[in-house]
């Protein structure tokens, strides 16, 4: 199987193309290849795909095999390599993903993609759409207990499920011990993407992520989404934020009146190569 390691901000990944390749058994090529030690080493598996509704599809994986809905940084780096590879000369295209069409913007430096813009799409907010259980037209600020001790949470979707909790500190966070407490809370019938995070000023928020089945990453896409539409649903920032996460920044912007998400952010590739599965 050829494949192309890629990564936004530092959140990595294996990229397939499948107008060439074709993957049976896609959960456990992910778990395989995601292996540092013994596979490739990354933070899932994406297949770039034919699409009947967009220009492309994205599908991808989790390092546990799982199959996840959508990925920020993940779709930067498709639309990179979809224009960098030659499969269109388009700045401005469509992606299918399980969590919706996203519609990627590229900027282009010496004939490669090194910025991409996505209109991420609508935030949702409705609990049972996360999906999160509550009673409550809207969760923000809401209290949860996690293993003994009480947070406050902010649930939003961005295509999959995310828990924004608000923290005066993220660097010193056992993030290990607390990630896996939220991700299988029974709160959270399909897991759950925790959001760590620190306001610095009014556009700026510090952010550690843990991923419902990979883990602590260096970043992700959805949930500097997530999290910049939960500091202004809690009243501490802008509708222009700047996410700062482990591996890199990124610029959110959420168009109130047009109810749309906007990321920013660099896609990098890493290597190419071809491994016998």
């Given at each position: 199987?050829?494949?192309?390691?890629?990564?936004?901000?530092?959140?990595?990944?294996?990229?397939?193309?499948?107008?060439?390749?074709?993957?049976?058994?896609?959960?456990?090529?992910?778990?395989?290849?995601?292996?540092?030690?013994?596979?490739?080493?990354?933070?899932?598996?994406?297949?770039?795909?034919?699409?009947?509704?967009?220009?492309?599809?994205m599908e991808m994986y989790n390092a546990d095999g799982s199959q996840g809905s959508m990925c920020g940084n993940g779709i930067r780096c498709v639309a990179k390599y979809v224009y960098d590879y030659g499969l269109t000369d388009k700045l401005k295209f469509s992606i299918s993903t399980k969590g919706g069409i996203k519609y990627p913007e590229l900027t282009v430096e010496n004939g490669k993609v090194s910025m991409v813009k996505v209109n991420m799409g609508a935030p949702e907010l409705t609990p049972a759409n996360i999906p999160v259980v509550s009673e409550k037209?809207?969760?923000?600020?809401?209290?949860?207990?996690?293993?003994?001790?009480?947070?406050?949470?902010t649930a939003v979707s961005m295509g999959n499920p995310h828990a924004v909790v608000f923290m005066d500190d993220v660097k010193g966070l056992e993030i290990e011990k607390i990630g896996p407490g939220f991700e299988y809370h029974p709160c959270f019938p399909d897991r759950v993407n925790t959001e760590f995070c620190r306001v610095i000023d009014e556009e700026t928020v510090e952010m550690r992520v843990w991923e419902r089945g990979s883990g602590e990453t260096l970043a992700c896409g959805t949930g500097a989404c997530a999290t910049a539409v939960a500091c202004i649903l809690n009243g501490y920032t802008k509708d222009k934020v700047t996410v700062k996460l482990l591996g890199g920044d990124l610029e959110i912007f959420w168009d109130r009146e047009d109810n749309l998400v906007y990321m920013n952010g660099p896609a990098a590739t890493v290597f190419e190569g071809e491994i016998d599965l």
């Amino acid at each position: 199987m050829k494949f192309t390691k890629m990564h936004g901000i530092g959140n990595d990944y294996v990229y397939v193309n499948c107008f060439q390749e074709n993957v049976e058994n896609p959960g456990s090529v992910a778990k395989f290849v995601s292996d540092r030690h013994f596979g490739i080493g990354s933070d899932g598996l994406i297949l770039i795909k034919p699409s009947e509704t967009a220009d492309f599809e994205m599908e991808m994986y989790n390092a546990d095999g799982s199959q996840g809905s959508m990925c920020g940084n993940g779709i930067r780096c498709v639309a990179k390599y979809v224009y960098d590879y030659g499969l269109t000369d388009k700045l401005k295209f469509s992606i299918s993903t399980k969590g919706g069409i996203k519609y990627p913007e590229l900027t282009v430096e010496n004939g490669k993609v090194s910025m991409v813009k996505v209109n991420m799409g609508a935030p949702e907010l409705t609990p049972a759409n996360i999906p999160v259980v509550s009673e409550k037209d809207r969760v923000i600020d809401e209290p949860i207990e996690v293993d003994g001790t009480l947070y406050h949470m902010t649930a939003v979707s961005m295509g999959n499920p995310h828990a924004v909790v608000f923290m005066d500190d993220v660097k010193g966070l056992e993030i290990e011990k607390i990630g896996p407490g939220f991700e299988y809370h029974p709160c959270f019938p399909d897991r759950v993407n925790t959001e760590f995070c620190r306001v610095i000023d009014e556009e700026t928020v510090e952010m550690r992520v843990w991923e419902r089945g990979s883990g602590e990453t260096l970043a992700c896409g959805t949930g500097a989404c997530a999290t910049a539409v939960a500091c202004i649903l809690n009243g501490y920032t802008k509708d222009k934020v700047t996410v700062k996460l482990l591996g890199g920044d990124l610029e959110i912007f959420w168009d109130r009146e047009d109810n749309l998400v906007y990321m920013n952010g660099p896609a990098a590739t890493v290597f190419e190569g071809e491994i016998d599965l």
